[in-house]
T-cell receptor
Framework: KNQVEQSPQSLIILEGKNCTLQ??????????LRWYKQDTGRGPVSLTI?????NTKSNGRYTATLDADTKQSSLHITASQLSDSASYIC????????????FGAGTRLFVKA | EAGVAQSPRYKIIEKRQSVAFWCNPI?????LYWYQQILGQGPKLLIQ????????DSQLPKDRFSAERLKGVDSTLKIQPAKLEDSAVYLC??????????????FGPGTRLTVT
């Protein structure tokens, strides 16, 4: 069964600290993996898109890594800010006779002053 | 560039009533998606259109949900009759082409539906 599992479910950190969010998936064949940020009451906004040949991709203070062999991805946030408080959703696009979009449940990040 | 527009933003109805949501995608985007996001969960794809044709509606509860994109631009999603478990945020997204081609999906703000 194609699944995307994220951990932790929620996380509280102090402003200025770094954190890493995890994503494990069983989707196969794999087309690409995306990380989205979803602020409360808003739609998700794309942070990164990676194909299987890409190991890392950065977007400002956000750095995503991908290990297609172990089917794991991580999102690292550097020098967190209060505005980073949001849900971070890992999304995997599978290619199983048609492209399928599979969302993880998200990690809820709280950044405290 | 204007984003994906959705209306209404909020809707409260009683169970067994009907409701409709509207989405206007980004101009020129061929692919349109409707998602259901229950509180605390990731979005679940309900239906995907490529222009005005349905690409994937495998998770759409067809006994009560329907969607159309008649002219390949705007789309409406309808629920009739609504159940308590339909309470969720309904997100519309669009992309230049299909998701597997690595095109980004742009999401609207969503419609929060509460069924009482």
């Amino acid at each position: 069964k194609n699944q995307v599992e994220q951990s932790p479910q929620s996380l509280i950190i102090l402003e200025g600290k770094n954190c890493t969010l995890q994503c494990n998936y069983t989707v196969s064949p794999f087309s690409n993996l995306r990380w989205y940020k979803q602020d409360t009451g808003r739609g998700p906004v794309s942070l990164t898109i990676m194909t299987f040949s890409e190991n890392t991709k950065s977007n400002g203070r956000y750095t995503a890594t991908l290990d297609a062999d172990t089917k794991q991805s991580s999102l690292h946030i550097t020098a967190s800010q209060l505005s980073d408080s949001a849900s971070y959703i890992c999304v995997v696009i599978g290619n199983t006779g048609g492209f399928k979009t599979i969302f993880g449940a998200g990690t809820r990040l709280f950044v405290k002053a | 560039e204007a984003g994906v527009a959705q209306s209404p933003r909020y809707k409260i109805i009683e169970k067994r009533q009907s409701v409709a949501f509207w989405c206007n995608p980004i101009s020129g985007h061929a692919t349109l998606y409707w998602y259901q996001q229950i509180l605390g969960q990731g979005p679940k794809l309900l239906i995907q259109f490529q222009n005005n044709g349905v690409v994937d509606d495998s998770q759409l509860p067809k006994d009560r949900f329907s969607a159309e994109r008649l002219k390949g631009v705007d789309s409406t999603l309808k629920i009739q009759p609504a159940k308590l478990e339909d309470s969720a945020v309904y997100l519309c997204a669009s992309s230049l082409d299909r998701a597997g081609a690595s095109y980004e999906q742009y999401f609207g703000p969503g419609t929060r539906l509460t069924v009482t």
